[in-house]
C-alpha cells in the first residue's frame, strides 16, 4: 500500500464550487505539505504543517485553505473555484527525525480541472 | 530569496547518450541540494541529494556533484535508458523549516 495516499485523483469541477482534496499517509510523519504543479513553473507550495497544531502559508496561498485534522491527514480546499486553479496538485510529507536528511515523500498527485 | 535555474527542457537523447542536466542555485550559506524524479502519472521520488560542498549525491547511475564555487549541482548519467524517460526537478533546502524551493523541471525523453 502506497506510504502517502491523495484523494480523488482526478477531479472535475466548475467556477464557484468549493472543493476539498484529502490527503493520507502511514509513514507517522509529522510535517504535512501542499503543492501545486503546473506546466513550465515546476512545484509551488500552497501550505505546510508541522504538526497538528501547526499551519503556515507557502508562497502561493490565496485561494486555498488547508485543515490539519490529524497526524495522518491534511486536506486542502478550495472555497471558490476558479480556472487558474486548474492544477496538478501534490502532498509530501517529510520528518527529517525519522530520515534524517529532510526527504520530501510525495503522493500520486490530484489532477484538478475548473471549468 | 531562494531559487533554482534548470535547464530548459525538453531534451531528447538516444539510448545509451550522455545526459546532462544543468541546475543551478542562489540562497545564502548552505543549503542542501536535491534532485528529484518524476515518472509519468506519478509524484515525485527523491533520486539524489548533497548536504554540503563537494558532497556527490549518486543512484540509479546519476550523479551530481554539490559546486559551491558555481552553486551549480548539475545531474549526470553516462548512458541513459529509455526507462529513464521522466520530468527531473533541481531544488535546494536552506533554513531550519524544511521547506524545498523546486527549479521549473526538464522533460527528458529516451528514444530507443
Known amino acids: 500500500d502506497a506510504d502517502v495516499t491523495q484523494t480523488p485523483r482526478n477531479r472535475i469541477t466548475k467556477t464557484g464550487k468549493r472543493i476539498m482534496l484529502e490527503c493520507s499517509q502511514t509513514?507517522?510523519?509529522?510535517?504535512m505539505y501542499w503543492y501545486r504543479q503546473d506546466p513550465g513553473l515546476g512545484l509551488r507550495l500552497i501550505y505546510y504543517?508541522?504538526?497538528?497544531?501547526?499551519?503556515n502559508k507557502g508562497e502561493i496561498s490565496d485561494g486555498y485553505s488547508v485543515s490539519r485534522q490529524a497526524q495522518a491527514k491534511f486536506s486542502l480546499s478550495l472555497e471558490s473555484a476558479i480556472p487558474n486553479q486548474t492544477a496538478l496538485y501534490f502532498c509530501?510529507?517529510?520528518?527529517?527525525?525519522?530520515?534524517?536528511?529532510?526527504?520530501?515523500?510525495f503522493g500520486p498527485g490530484t489532477r484538478l480541472t475548473v471549468l | 530569496g531562494n531559487s533554482v535555474t534548470q535547464m530548459e527542457g525538453p531534451v531528447t537523447l538516444s539510448e545509451e547518450a550522455f545526459l546532462t542536466i544543468n541546475c543551478t542555485y542562489t540562497?545564502?550559506?548552505?543549503?542542501?541540494l536535491f534532485w528529484y524524479v518524476q515518472y509519468p502519472g506519478e509524484g515525485l521520488q527523491l533520486l539524489l541529494k548533497?548536504?554540503?560542498?563537494?558532497d556527490k549525491g549518486s543512484n540509479k547511475g546519476f550523479e551530481a556533484t554539490y559546486r559551491k564555487e558555481t552553486t551549480s549541482f548539475h545531474l549526470e548519467k553516462g548512458s541513459v535508458q529509455v526507462s529513464d524517460s521522466a520530468v527531473y526537478f533541481c531544488?535546494?533546502?536552506?533554513?531550519?523549516?524544511?521547506?524545498?524551493?523546486f527549479g521549473k523541471g526538464t522533460l527528458l525523453t529516451v528514444n530507443p
Open positions: 509530501a510529507t517529510s520528518d527529517p527525525g525519522t530520515s534524517g536528511d529532510n526527504e520530501q515523500f
Open positions: 509513514k507517522g510523519h509529522d510535517r
Open positions: 504543517s508541522f504538526d497538528v497544531k501547526d499551519i
Open positions: 540562497a545564502t550559506g548552505y543549503p542542501s
Open positions: 548533497a548536504t554540503k560542498a563537494d
Open positions: 531544488a535546494l533546502r536552506r533554513g531550519s523549516n524544511y521547506k524545498l524551493t
